[in-house]
């Protein structure tokens, strides 16, 4: 509600929540379009307030980041001035339990052609994109049988087949480190593999993404039958070691 651009509409999906964010929200009723829904996790809960917008652009913010207030203002410029890009995100200020840190050199995001280099971790920010409904429609909307690591698997989708650019301007402040962040979970890398392989069977990558892909399948599964392995997780040890060689 801070931004300076006003033509949009603000949707917030309550994804099975337990706490007072109901009694909350009840104050802006007549701003918001709220949806409540039983807890389905993260890729539901950005489906429901998908197939609820009416906007030709979408933008997603999720529950621990914040947006300075230009942020919309200049993504839809950037649209009304590219009119064949798809999807644009901005840069970000990362903040871990309250303190400003600075990214690392690998997480600097590029802009284009992103496939290649977001094989390995995820470089786009779901609270820093925008991007046209249409996409959606070409690409699909995000996994719900992936818990986490959804967005990974969604950028990897858009940007097999379109550029994905760069507002090389901090417009989100990303704030992290609290215990329950997904992003926190481990074991995570086996949803990436699931991505990965969903990716290499579905049939739709060019000669050079399918070699891509294959070479990092087979790095993370490698390392993921490690852990297993000493974790005495035998079978499935096994089971990631069999399709690294797939």
């Excluded at 230009?70 to 309250?98: H, M, P, Y």
């Excluded at 840190?101 to 994109?129: M, Q, T, Y």
């Excluded at 490690?226 to 005495?232: E, P, Q, T």
Aim: with cysteine; aromatic share 8%; proline share 4%.
């Amino acid at each position: 509600m801070a931004q300076n651009f006003d033509d949009y509409e603000l949707i917030v999906v309550d994804d099975g929540s337990i706490d007072n964010t109901p009694d909350l929200l009840a104050a802006y009723t007549e701003q918001i379009i709220y949806i409540q829904q039983t807890n389905r996790g993260v890729s539901a809960a950005r489906n429901a307030g998908i197939r609820a917008s009416r906007g030709s652009l979408i933008a997603f913010l999720d529950s621990d980041d914040y947006w300075l207030p230009d942020k919309l203002a200049i993504q839809a410029a950037f649209f009304d001035s590219n009119r064949k890009a798809k999807i644009c995100q901005t840069e970000e200020i990362w903040v871990r339990n309250g303190v400003r840190v600075n990214p690392k050199k690998k997480h600097a995001k590029p802009s284009g052609d992103i496939f290649e280099r977001s094989l390995s971790l995820c470089l786009v920010s779901p609270s820093a994109v925008m991007l046209r409904r249409e996409l959606f429609d070409d690409i699909g909307l995000f996994d719900e049988t992936l818990p986490a690591c959804e967005d990974y698997d969604m950028w990897l989708r858009i940007s097999r087949r379109y550029p994905v650019h760069l507002i090389d301007k901090p417009l989100v402040i990303k704030n992290g480190g609290h215990p329950d962040q997904l992003s926190r979970q481990p074991g995570l890398d086996k949803y990436r593999i699931r991505s990965l392989f969903g990716l290499i069977k579905g049939g739709r990558l060019s000669h050079t993404q399918l070699s891509q892909a294959a070479k990092m399948l087979k790095e993370k599964c490698v390392i993921y039958a490690a852990g297993c392995r000493k974790h005495d997780k035998e079978d499935e040890a096994v089971y990631y070691e069999h399709l690294a060689d797939l």
